[in-house]
């Protein structure tokens, strides 16, 4: 079957070939997990998820969007790191010169005993449970690459620290999606101020475009920078997406049949988060989590007649 080819239908169904590409994508997945390249995902879990769709055109649905998935189990999120440390924070920094000098190492800085000067923070609020992802992404620093923990801090702790003689805060998270939740952090946690007179930089493992314009536009004075980049091609449902595009469907089309799939499936869920927050309509999962922009039908947990693939 061709992708990103020309619709010749005016409802969702499954072109020529479709059953092929549905086995095909199946069986993929199933490799994935039973190989253990897709780690934390159980095999009975991927079968209950895939046993909500039992006509063909769910079927094929759902094989575009595991098509489409991108999942980044913990190795893949370690390597995310190290990316992060090796390659993103050292060209933010050159790019943004700091008040002090920059090391040649960051790993050897932040996992030294002597004072570095820097402070990794935590993108929380100070009411935030301990389970929320940037303090999983903050422990995995500290057993992976063996940071200290003495540099880690939360960002109602800035205050004190900047009083202390630190100049330099690196916001840590996993994802940014809309800058929505990283911008209540800085107004809730009073740290706008400190964007004028400090360093302080943003360094999501994963960020979209979306979240990254809004936040530059904001908060000039903020330094952004990520790992991994996503952009409206991302969209399941956006005009440059391949996603749905073949000889039968178009990206209307399959947004059409979606938001029919949800009504059957009882996900109800407010109609601007039925794409996922901010409407980013994503297929993009961590092992620890899913972030909240990605497409209901992977995580819904609240409806009788609909099994999750993913935790939120």
């Known amino acids: 079957m061709s992708k990103c080819t020309v619709m010749s239908s005016t409802s969702f169904s499954v072109p020529r070939d479709g059953e092929i590409f549905i ?10 997990i039973s190989n253990g390249i897709w780690t934390g995902i159980d095999i009975l879990d991927f079968q ?4 909500n769709f039992s006509i063909p055109e769910d079927r094929y649905f759902a094989a575009c969007i595991l098509d489409s ?3 980044r189990s913990k190795k893949q999120t370690i390597s995310l790191i ?54 999983l992404i903050m422990r995995i620093m500290k057993q992976e690459f063996s940071i200290n923990e003495d540099f880690m801090i ?19 998270d996993d994802f940014l999606g809309t800058g929505d939740q990283f911008t209540e952090i800085l107004i809730d946690e009073a740290v706008e101020p400190y964007l004028h007179t400090h360093y302080v930089a943003y ?35 956006h005009s ?34 039925r794409r996922g927050f901010g409407k980013l309509e994503l297929a993009y999962s961590f092992e620890h989590a899913t972030p909240d922009n990605c497409l209901p039908i992977l995580w819904w947990k609240h409806s009788q007649k609909f099994k999750p693939l993913f935790r939120r």
């Open 69 to 71: 998935l991108i999942y």
């Open 82 to 135: 190290q990316h992060l440390f090796q390659r993103t924070i050292p060209d933010l920094v050159r790019l943004n010169p700091m008040p002090i000098t920059a090391p040649d190492n960051w790993i050897d800085l932040l996992g030294s005993s002597c004072e570095s000067g820097v402070r990794l923070v935590a993108a929380v609020k100070h009411d935030d449970p301990p389970t929320k992802s940037s303090h």
């Open 154 to 172: 939360t960002p109602d702790q800035i205050e004190d620290f900047v009083l202390y003689g630190i100049n330099v805060f690196i916001f840590i």
């Open 203 to 237: 360094v999501p493992l994963v960020a979209h475009e979306t979240g990254v314009t809004h936040l530059n536009n904001v908060y000039p004075d903020l330094k952004l920078s990520s790992v991994e980049l996503l952009d409206e091609s991302n969209g399941l449902f």
């Open 240 to 273: 440059s997406s391949c996603c749905f595009n073949d000889e039968a469907n178009d990206n209307i089309i399959a947004k059409a049949y979606y938001y029919e799939l949800l009504k059957r499936k009882d996900i109800k869920i407010q109609d601007q988060h």
């Open 23 to 32: 086995s095909s994508v199946y069986e993929r997945c199933e490799d994935f």
């Open 48 to 51: 209950s998820w895939w046993a």
